[in-house]
């Protein structure tokens, strides 16, 4: 995809600046009204600090619809219905033209800017002492490596892309943005390693149990819904080839588990197990009834850990990273606007080729087809319609549109 970055990137900047240049206007009189927002009331401490972490990962999780599509729709298993517009077709045919908005880098440039934003005033607040360094290490690390990760995906979809680490701030920074140049996909990848590799706190988990920002809210925990450091350098390396240092991430995050003093956990968190009774290994295909197809399991066993909260073993015990969907906030699951022909638009659907290829395997059971395929899908009236993606244990309806956003998971 070949995109005019920096016209596209100055315009939105321009338009964020007018929105909030409010905040560098003094009113006649000297007086600071109490409900007038200012800059200066932000980053003054921790509590300061989480709350811009956790805005910048609710703007990320704007992202799903773009990634998803940028993704599934331009490969092989996943195509348009008869209901998409002439813009998906044309990302599914790898025919864009440049007016075509699935292809706006701009979604991503926004949740960076915010990310340069945040990751200067940790390190101020580091150097005067507002933030400790140890809060610093973590929320720096957390977002240092988040803004990595979108880095990583505008180098995949759009090859050679601006590299903008500083944050902008005024008109003046606007005007130089045209001096950005793009850089190739091997540079980027260069400069992401190394800033990602010097990152001071590169753990699994991106806080520890007991951090504040670790909490149980509306039936789902937060811990995972922070970027997996690991990972992330982990797909670096492997993008750059360096399969010996992508492994050593890889393995990291698969053995985090080992010592836990829970055998459950240390046994079957992140690995490939068979259904022993528990919740924690539960996420095999199963039958009420051995060789009994019509026994499927549709609330139990695999499908069960796409729909489970966050706090459900099953879930746990598969995925790194993912990020919950309120079902009373907007903006709900966009996926149920892309898969649903009942509470959404029904614009994509599995592709021929995925349900073929899964109805020509055969399991060990004898049952002729990976049913890994049932569950991922639902045949309806109007075609079969993709639930791995909208799946949830409160049953989707026109006022229920959670979820969640499954970024990185073990299997």
Known sequence: ?????????????????????????????????????????????????????????????GLQKTYILQNELRADLVNVTANADPYLKQLANHSVTKDNPYIDPRPYYKVILNCNDALK???????????????????????????????????IQYGSVPYITNPVENVDDIKNLSAYPRISFEELLTKL?????????????????????????????????????????????????NYLKAAENYSKILNVENNNTNINIAFDSYKV????????NDQAVRYAKYQDESTLLYDQGW????????????????????????????????????????????????????????????????????ARGRLSYETTATGPAITKLTDNIIPVTNLNKGGKWGIYRAG
């Not at 290490?137 to 990583?152: C, E, F």
């Not at 197990?273 to 924690?280: D, E, F, T």
Request: charged share 20%.
């Open 193 to 241: 390693i190394d800033f990602t590799e010097k990152l001071p706190y590169k753990e699994v988990y991106a806080y520890p149990t007991g951090n504040p920002l670790v909490i149980t809210i509306d039936g789902n925990n937060t811990q995972k819904i922070f970027i997996c450091k690991p990972f992330v350098l982990g797909d670096l390396y492997l993008w750059s080839n």
């Open 303 to 370: 499908k069960s850990m796409f729909s489970a909260q966050n706090t459900n073993n099953v879930w746990n015990s598969e995925f790194f990273w993912g990020i919950p969907y309120s079902s009373s906030f907007k903006p709900g699951n966009p996926m149920i606007e892309l898969c649903s022909p009942v509470y959404g638009k029904y614009l994509i659907k599995p592709s021929k080729a995925a349900i073929d290829n899964w109805n020509a395997q055969r399991q060990n059971s004898g049952i002729p087809y990976d």
């Open 1 to 61: 995809m070949k995109m005019d970055f920096n016209k596209k990137v100055i315009a939105l900047l321009a338009v964020a600046l007018l929105a909030t240049g409010s905040w560098s206007c003094k009113k006649i009189i000297d007086e600071e009204p109490e409900a007038t927002l200012d800059v200066s009331n932000a980053y003054r401490n921790s509590t300061d600090a989480d709350a811009a972490v956790i805005g910048i990962y609710g703007q990320f999780l």
């Open 273 to 280: 197990v068979y259904y022993g009774n528990s919740g924690y």
């Open 121 to 155: 005033n940790f390190q101020l607040m580091r150097d005067d002492f507002r933030m400790s360094v140890d809060d610093y290490n973590k929320h720096y690390s957390d977002i240092g490596a988040l803004r990595s990760w979108i880095y990583l995906q505008l180098g």
